[in-house]
């Protein structure tokens, strides 16, 4: 993305462009960077080549996960709804892992008939479940069960998961015994330990005490895992001055790792995969000046991207014609909803911005248009996927008679 004679250009298209042509809000995104970083992500650890599995989660749309899986990659799903998308995708099942700590019957038994590579179990009861599912279809089910490492991710609080008071995972009392009982049934196949600690994670050092803790883990324990999960969780820079992961550090850290405990890794990368890659086209609908503060009222609400509401989180607002009029105002860019949260940044010294105009939300490709929702029976908008001077629908705007 970038300005060519003061126009916002997204490959070789123009971003006026594609608002005139598929209205606003949209979401937008380009291939080159989808292929860029799952390039960047390979080249970082191809010295122990690890099953990299997209988490489904950050971005469901089907042309997607297609596209990611073309280049190799699996899938990792939290729901039988997602297992079904990656499977409709033709992500093999042989890649794909199932997570989260409430799978019910109905999901164990589809993830059973699909033979796919692992369910990663979170509980006592959820591995007995399995077991008893594995039993009634005559099965051996391969699993990995989760550690709670209790380590502090270094994130926001709402998407850390590595930590005791998480729900997410089994403490070590707890590991120990689930591996005896996995030992003791003929159902099921131990083949993995499985961890993720959080999202947006800038630190390796996070990565590089979870590391030690499941070092120390498998000392205790007389099995072998033939894979090791380390999750997902690379963060991405959503401000100017966010510091970048050091993938080549936390590359080391596992080579070392794997001198001891040969194993396959697995990753789940969600939004070091896609969310750059996407970006939320808006209109502004009006200016209102309220006695210090400046709204700009956007085409585009909470229910399109919830990140900020829901996190707090920081998207970049660009324009997409840059002008050299700067203003003095301070502008609070919000959406149309009934909800004081409805809110995506505060930003001074933007450049003079008018009724009519279009803005970017920059960085949305992950946990975006996943997180949206019909809240104040708003529509849910298009995406469109640019590769160089193509542009393809991969999701059509949706209509009021879907929703009536
Ligand atoms: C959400 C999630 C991921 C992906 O996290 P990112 O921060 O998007 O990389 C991976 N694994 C599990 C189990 C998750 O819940």
Redesign the pocket.
């Known amino acids: 993305m970038k300005y060519i004679d003061n126009k916002l250009i997204i490959e070789k298209i123009n971003v006026q462009y594609i608002a005139k042509k598929y209205g606003t809000p949209t979401y937008c995104y380009s291939h080159a960077r989808l292929k860029k970083n799952i390039n960047n992500f390979q080249k970082n650890f191809r010295s122990f080549s690890p099953l990299i599995?997209f988490?489904v989660?950050?971005n469901t749309n089907v042309n997607l996960i297609r596209e990611i899986k073309k280049f190799g990659l699996g899938a990792?799903v939290?729901s039988k709804g997602e297992l079904m998308m990656a499977l409709k995708a033709g992500v093999s099942p042989k890649k794909i892992v199932f997570?989260?700590v409430g799978k019910t019957s109905e999901e164990i038994n589809f993830a059973v008939e699909k033979k796919i590579l692992l369910i990663?179990a979170e509980s006592e009861s959820e591995i007995r479940e399995i077991d008893r599912v594995a039993k009634i279809k005559k099965r051996k089910v391969k699993i990995g069960i989760?550690l709670n490492p209790n380590t502090d991710a270094k994130t926001l609080s709402q998407?850390s998961?590595g930590k005791k008071d998480n729900k997410?995972g089994v403490n070590e009392k707890t590991f120990f015994k689930l591996v005896n009982f996995c030992k003791s049934s003929k159902n099921i196949d131990l083949k993995c330990l499985?961890v993720?600690i959080?999202?947006?994670?800038l630190d390796y050092k996070p990565y590089e005490k979870m590391l030690k803790v499941i070092d120390r883990i498998i000392h205790k324990i007389n099995h072998k895992f033939e894979f090791i999960d380390l999750?997902?969780?690379?963060?991405i820079s959503y401000k100017y001055e966010d510091k970048k992961l050091n993938y080549s550090k936390y590359s080391e850290i596992i080579k070392k790792f794997l001198k001891k405990h040969k194993s396959k890794i697995i990753f789940?990368?969600?939004?070091?995969?896609i969310?750059d890659t996407g970006i939320l086209i808006s209109k502004i609908i009006y200016i209102k000046k309220n006695d210090s503060k400046n709204f700009i009222i956007l085409d585009a609400a909470m229910n399109d991207l919830m990140r900020p509401a829901l996190y707090g989180a920081h998207h970049k607002i660009l324009p997409s014609i840059k002008s050299k009029k700067k203003s003095n105002k301070t502008y609070e860019f919000v959406g149309p909803i009934c909800e004081s949260t409805d809110k995506f940044n505060t930003l001074k010294n933007f450049q003079e911005l008018e009724e009519k105009d279009l803005i970017v939300i920059c960085d949305v490709g992950?946990?975006g248009m996943s997180l949206s929702s019909n809240y104040n029976v708003r529509l849910k908008p298009s995406e469109i996927l640019i590769k160089g001077s193509k542009i393809k629908i991969i999701r059509k705007k949706q209509k009021y008679k879907d929703l009536m």
Request: overall charge positive; some cysteine; proline content about 3%.
């Open positions: 599995c988490a989660k950050s990792d939290v997570s989260g990663n989760r998407i998961t997410f499985s993720h959080g999202s947006q994670i999750g997902g969780g690379m963060g789940e990368p969600g939004r070091s995969i969310g992950a946990y």
